[in-house]
């Protein structure tokens, strides 16, 4: 079962700004860093954002992480109709010894 | 390029056993901690087991301890997942991932590369 908390959908038209919480605890979040995943539907996920706020190479930078205690969000600006995904977000957990995800956001361009 | 090409998934019956596999290639395998994480049908993503790059260390779900191990053969650049008495909600997608950092870091668990999931459904 998921152990970080995220809103089950979000959305914007084109051109917007959309953001995505990510609601942990000290044992996840609050003492490790956070990761970004995007999914298309029948395919596997991707990193979009690593260590709260970096983007791996060929990531837009319209997308941007952040972390804060024991919350993160992720952002996307100027949304764009490809954009319309799956979110997950995850961290470490160092009192389960392994990683747990968000229960995911589905993001929908209006 | 880099790669990571999970296969063993079929179905099987409850309480029966599966092995998976994850082939690795375009990357110096040994270096990295790998991971199994599934996704069951319309759901989120759970992970489900870890292995260190050495295979010294591993770590397994609450939901597959007892059940499932994790185990690497670095000279084959292969990485396995034993399932043992299966249950329907094991019923799953399962991916291959590598992480991009080692399992003692702190930034533990960054999936940098996925596999393309290898399906395993458990039903009489």
């Known amino acids: 079962q998921s152990v970080l908390t995220q809103p089950p959908s979000a959305s914007g038209t084109p051109g917007q700004r959309v953001t995505i919480s990510c609601s942990g605890s000290?044992?996840?979040?609050?003492?490790?860093?956070v990761n970004w995943y995007q999914q298309f539907p029948g395919t596997a996920p991707k990193l979009l954002i690593y260590?709260?706020?970096q983007r791996p190479s060929g990531v837009p930078d319209r997308f941007s992480g952040s972390k804060s205690g024991t919350s993160a969000s992720l952002a996307i600006s100027g949304l764009q109709s490809e954009d319309e995904a799956d979110y997950y977000c995850?961290?470490?957990?160092?009192?389960?010894?392994?990683?747990?995800f968000g229960t995911g956001t589905k993001v929908t361009v209006l | 390029q880099v790669q990571l090409v999970e296969s063993g998934g079929g179905v099987v019956q409850p309480g029966r056993s599966l092995r998976l596999s994850c082939a690795a290639s375009?990357?110096?395998?040994?270096?990295?901690?790998i991971h199994w994480v599934r996704q069951a049908p319309g759901k989120g993503l759970e992970w489900v087991a870890a292995?260190?790059?050495?295979?010294?260390?591993?770590f397994s779900a609450g939901s597959v301890k007892g059940r499932f191990t994790v185990s690497r053969d670095n000279s084959k650049n292969t990485l396995y997942l034993q399932m043992n008495s299966l249950r329907p909600d094991d019923t799953a997608v399962y991916y291959c991932?590598?992480?991009?950092?080692?399992?003692?870091?702190?930034?533990?668990?960054?999936?940098?590369?996925w596999g393309q999931g290898t399906m395993v459904t458990v039903s009489p």
């Open positions: 991932v590598r992480d991009r950092y080692q399992l003692h870091e702190a930034a533990a668990g960054c999936f940098d590369v």
């Open positions: 375009g990357f110096t395998f040994s270096s990295y901690a």
């Open positions: 292995i260190s790059f050495d295979g010294s260390v591993k």
């Open positions: 000290s044992s996840n979040i609050g003492s490790h860093t």
């Open positions: 260590s709260n706020n």
């Open positions: 995850a961290a470490w957990d160092g009192n389960l010894n392994g990683d747990v």
